[in-house]
C-alpha cells in the first residue's frame, strides 16, 4: 500500500529561489505551509468555497492567475434546476488579495461586477459575496479539532502545487436571489485552497460529498506519477488519508450516468442529479468544466480497516480541463 510522509510542524513551499523545498513534500492534518511563491506568470492561486444547503448549491471562487483574476458566483435550485452564474476576468487579477496560509487574514477579490471577501480566524470563514441579482452571507464553522487535508502536489522543482481540501464545515448564513431571500442554518460548506505553480496545460478529476460524520475526498489524473494524492476520509472530524491513486470511471458522452470511483479503500458509485457545464476561451486562457452535483453511494475503508457506509452524502464530482 502506497504511504506519504505525514508533515506535523509549520514550513514554507519554497526555497529563497522560488523553486518547491523538499521539505514541503507531504501532507498535513491542519494548514502548516506557507506559499511563499516568487516570480509572475506560473503562478496560480485561489480560494474555492462550495456550499450545500436543503435548497441550494453555492459554489464561490475568487482566483489570480498572474495574468488574469478569475471570479465567480454560482447557485443552483436544487428543486427545479434553475442556474444562476456570474462570472468575472478581470486583466492581471488587479484587486486581488491572496494569503500565503490557509485559515488566517482575509482573501478578497473585486472587479467585473463581482466582490468576495472571505475572512479567517480561528473559529471561523466569514463568506461575503455579491454580484447583481445575488449575494451570499454565510459562516463556516471551524469546531474544535476538525481536521482539513493539505497536500503538496509535486511535478517538479519549478512546477508544483499545495492544495487545501476541508470537507463537512457546518454554515449557516442567508442567500439572496433578486427580491428573495433564503435562510439556512443546516449547510455544510467545503474549501479549496490552491496555491501553486502549474503546467500550461492540465486536466484533473475532483469529488467531494459529506454526510453527518463522514466526509470524501477524492482527486485524480492532475496527481498521477507524482508521489502524492489528494484523496481522504474525513471521519467525525478526522482524517484518514488515502495515499492509493483511484480509478475514475464515467461517460463524458453523457455525464448524468453513474460515476465510479474505485481503488483498495473506495467503492463508490456517484449518481448525478445536474450537470453544471462551463467554458472558457480567451486565447492563451481556456477551461472545460463539467461539474456534475448528486449522491453518492457505496462504502469506503477507515484507517481502522472499517468500512463505512457512504449512501446518503450529497456532493460533486467533476472533469476539468485548462489551458491557463
Not at 23 to 28: D, E, F, L, M
Request: overall charge negative; some cysteine; charged content about 25%.
Amino acid at each position: 500500500m502506497a504511504t506519504e510522509r505525514e508533515i506535523t510542524e509549520p514550513v514554507d513551499l519554497c526555497r529563497p529561489d522560488g523553486r518547491l523545498d523538499p521539505a514541503a513534500v507531504g501532507w498535513t492534518r491542519r494548514p502548516l505551509h506557507r506559499a511563499n511563491l516568487r516570480g509572475w506568470g506560473r503562478r496560480k492561486r485561489w480560494e474555492y468555497w462550495g456550499i450545500v444547503t436543503p435548497e441550494h448549491i453555492v459554489g464561490i471562487v475568487a482566483s489570480t492567475l498572474d495574468y488574469a483574476g478569475v471570479h465567480g458566483i454560482y447557485v443552483l435550485d436544487r428543486v427545479t434546476g434553475e442556474e444562476t452564474t456570474r462570472d468575472a476576468v478581470v486583466p492581471f487579477g488587479r484587486g486581488a488579495v491572496m494569503g500565503e496560509r490557509s485559515g488566517e487574514g482575509v482573501n478578497s477579490v473585486r472587479g467585473g461586477g463581482v466582490d468576495i471577501e472571505l475572512a479567517d480566524d480561528a473559529s471561523a470563514t466569514v463568506i461575503e459575496a455579491r454580484a447583481n441579482g445575488v449575494r451570499l452571507s454565510a459562516r463556516a464553522e471551524l469546531p474544535p479539532g476538525h481536521e482539513s487535508l493539505g497536500v503538496v502536489v509535486p511535478w517538479s522543482s519549478r512546477r508544483f502545487q499545495y492544495t487545501v481540501k476541508d470537507v463537512g464545515r457546518p454554515a449557516s448564513g442567508s442567500l439572496t436571489l433578486g427580491s428573495r431571500e433564503y435562510i439556512f442554518d443546516d449547510a455544510f460548506a467545503v474549501l479549496d485552497h490552491g496555491r501553486g505553480k502549474w503546467p500550461y496545460a492540465i486536466n484533473w478529476n475532483w469529488a467531494a460529498g459529506y454526510k453527518p460524520g463522514l466526509g470524501v475526498q477524492f482527486g485524480g489524473t492532475w496527481t498521477e506519477g507524482t508521489g502524492s494524492t489528494e484523496n481522504a476520509l474525513m471521519v467525525d472530524g478526522r482524517v484518514h488519508k488515502i495515499s492509493d491513486e483511484l480509478r475514475w470511471d464515467y461517460d463524458r458522452e453523457n455525464w448524468l450516468r453513474p460515476w465510479h470511483i474505485t481503488g483498495k479503500r473506495v467503492d463508490a458509485e456517484f449518481r448525478p442529479f445536474h450537470t453544471r457545464t462551463a467554458k472558457t476561451d480567451l486565447l492563451v486562457l481556456a477551461n472545460d468544466v463539467h461539474q456534475c452535483f448528486g449522491h453518492f453511494h457505496g462504502r469506503v475503508r477507515t484507517d481502522e480497516d472499517r468500512w463505512l457506509d457512504l449512501d446518503g452524502a450529497v456532493g460533486w464530482a467533476e472533469e476539468t480541463r485548462n489551458r491557463w
